[in-house]
């Protein structure tokens, strides 16, 4: 049997331990044949395969990103983009597909499963630990540890100038990393997507921590939005799967924050270092064992599929309840933190 396999969507922490826990178990327990696709869907789609190997994979499980590179590429929106596919894949004699990815990368895998007939097996990779289905994808522990530490770095800054300052983390529909790394990096505030938050309660949150004679940390999701207003968009721009690009909501609000209490404000944006260098242990232990057991869905036939992280087991679930609604803050999660605002 020969296996494909491809990494979709942003990069992340643990891509490369999921290729080799796969290509190790497959090559060495059941003599399969790998073939590496390059960018995400942009691979099969036009044909673009390296092959993958034991030599190949050696060394890869510290590193960040991914060997096989990453795009955003919807093989839906191509010109005759499944057919094409589907060609590229007989071509290469590939029977089966591993798709590493999140929301977008696993729906149209999907999709090509679920409609079209192509064997895929999925495995779920974000940062935003936003996929329902799954208690944790691998890449989120390494950014909450990311974050966590710019926190713990910005409490002295903080201090020593009497100023506020506004972290803003990625989270685009879901406050994972804002919540847990605000809370784990003793934040003031902690401002997430699912919950607008009312400007004026920040500003008082603020303004009572300085009485406190404390410089007030804010951390807030890319995606959070304030009761009256809008998301705050980078620009109008669209990328192949619909997503508006998210940027500047912790400018906006340390501009507001200081209009409005009079104190100094300052923006830190972590933005990709979220995503970049070397995977957790956490994120390296899950990432491994996600891979294995993709290879033994592959083995079984178990087609449709992703892999899943229940407790401390390995599942399989149908990829479409995967991507069928996306995994965000319980409220009443993000109330037990409440106590620390302010």
């Known amino acids: 049997m020969r296996v494909g396999v491809l990494t979709g969507g942003g990069d992340c922490p643990g891509l490369n331990a999921v290729i080799r826990g796969v290509v190790r178990k497959g090559v060495q327990e059941y003599a399969y044949e790998f073939t590496g696709y390059r960018d995400g869907w942009r691979g099969p789609l036009e044909g673009d395969a390296v092959t993958l190997d034991i030599p190949a994979v050696r060394g890869i499980l510290p590193r960040g990103g991914t060997i096989l590179g990453s ?72 950014a909450v540890g990311i974050a966590t530490e710019a926190i713990d770095r910005l409490h002295t800054t903080a201090e020593s100038h009497r100023r506020v300052l506004v972290v803003e983390v990625m989270g685009r529909h879901a406050g994972w990393i804002a919540l847990h790394s605000g809370l784990a ?3 003031n505030v902690i401002l997430i997507p699912e919950q607008r938050f ?35 968009l980078k620009d109008g721009s669209l990328d192949s799967f619909g997503h508006v690009r998210l940027s500047g909501v912790g400018e906006w609000l340390a501009k507001e924050i200081e209009r409005r209490t009079g104190k100094e404000a300052r923006t830190t944006v972590l933005g990709h270092v979220q995503r970049g260098g070397t995977p957790s242990a956490f994120d390296r232990w899950l990432a491994t064992r996600f891979g294995l057991h993709a290879i033994e869905a592959v083995r079984d036939g178990d087609f449709g599929k992703m892999v899943s992280l229940k407790g401390t087991d390995i599942v399989r679930v149908p990829i479409s309840d995967a991507t069928a609604r996306l995994k965000t803050v319980d409220p009443k999660l993000y109330e037990e933190v409440g106590v620390f605002f302010g």
């Open 198 to 232: 009312d400007i004026d309660q920040v500003c008082a949150w603020v303004t009572s921590r300085f009485r406190a004679t404390y410089a007030p940390i804010v951390v807030v999701a890319e995606g959070a939005m304030p009761k009256d207003g809008d998301a705050v």
């Open 185 to 187: 990096g003793g934040a």
């Open 71 to 142: 795009s955003r590429t919807n093989p839906l929106k191509a010109e005759d983009g499944i057919r094409r596919i589907k060609d590229n894949l007989a071509k290469a004699e590939v029977d089966a597909l591993i798709a590493i990815g999140g929301e977008d990368t696993l729906g149209v895998a999907a999709r090509l499963h679920d409609e079209y007939g192509v064997p895929c097996v999925g495995v779920p990779k974000t940062i935003d630990n936003d996929l329902s289905a799954t208690d944790y994808t691998f890449g989120f522990d390494t």
